[in-house]
């Protein structure tokens, strides 16, 4: 594949990118950033001779990708990228931090093996930020937040979260993130130390705040 769509270089921990996982987030960060606009038609023998593969992977690419509701895809007449309002993002970050400041609150009390998975995932993304791709950064910083609701131990909870499309989300802030990745991630370690503190009220308060990182440029705090 191009160097557009490259694989995951980094940490033997992070999990290898699939080439449908290159395919996926090269067209995320093409739609985040514009040019694939609403309703772009995405064409797979396109996308598979830019991106030097086959059209199995690209087609992989594409259920993901409409399963999460960036594109439709129709019988006869093929995929186009989604009229996303800005609003869909906005409506997922409130649930996602009412599930992660909830296992947030839970992680605290689990045994130590546990949280020191979130430490080793805290410490991949680390190792990603300084790599500088976003691509490896943004998978980097979902598998920090899994860590973080596997820790609860709560199935219930983790296919909630899993539902919202989380590492899609993240790629599409990820791309639209304007300061150093490290700045970014070295923001994680305040997760860490707050679950390690063992106060549940401040574990809950550190993960609900931190999910403004994840709301539109324009939506965010001042």
């Known amino acids: 594949m191009s160097n557009q769509a490259r694989p995951a270089s980094g940490s033997t921990r992070?999990?290898?990118?699939?080439?449908?996982?290159?395919?996926?987030?090269?067209l995320v960060v093409e739609i985040s950033e514009g040019r694939l606009a609403p309703g772009s038609p995405i064409r797979e023998l396109e996308?598979?001779?830019?991106?030097?593969?086959?059209?199995?992977p690209v087609r992989e690419a594409l259920r993901e990708l409409a399963a999460l509701g960036l594109i439709d895809v129709r019988r006869h007449v093929g995929a186009r990228v989604r009229d996303m309002a800005e609003q869909d993002l906005v409506d997922s970050v409130p649930v996602r931090a009412a599930l992660e400041s909830l296992a947030?609150?839970?992680?605290?009390?689990?045994?130590?093996?546990?949280?020191?998975a979130i430490q080793l995932a805290y410490d991949d993304l680390?190792?990603?930020?300084?790599?500088g791709d976003p691509l490896v950064y943004a998978k980097a910083s979902t598998e920090f937040h899994r860590s973080v609701v596997r820790a609860a131990g709560?199935?219930?909870?983790?296919?909630?979260?899993?539902?919202?499309?989380?590492?899609?989300?993240?790629?599409?802030?990820?791309?639209?993130?304007?300061?150093?990745l490290v700045e970014a991630a070295r923001a994680h370690a305040e997760i860490v130390e707050a679950i390690g503190s063992g106060d549940a009220d401040r574990a809950e308060r550190v993960l609900h705040d931190h999910q403004d990182h994840y709301l539109p440029t324009t939506r965010r705090p001042a």
């Open 47 to 56: 996308i598979a001779e830019l991106l030097g593969t086959s059209q199995t």
């Open 154 to 180: 709560n199935d219930a909870l983790e296919r909630a979260w899993n539902s919202l499309g989380i590492e899609v989300m993240t790629i599409m802030a990820t791309a639209n993130h304007d300061g150093p």
């Open 126 to 131: 680390l190792e990603a930020a300084e790599g």
């Open 104 to 116: 947030g609150r839970i992680a605290v009390s689990v045994p130590q093996p546990a949280r020191d």
């Open 14 to 26: 992070l999990a290898r990118l699939t080439v449908a996982d290159q395919v996926r987030d090269y």
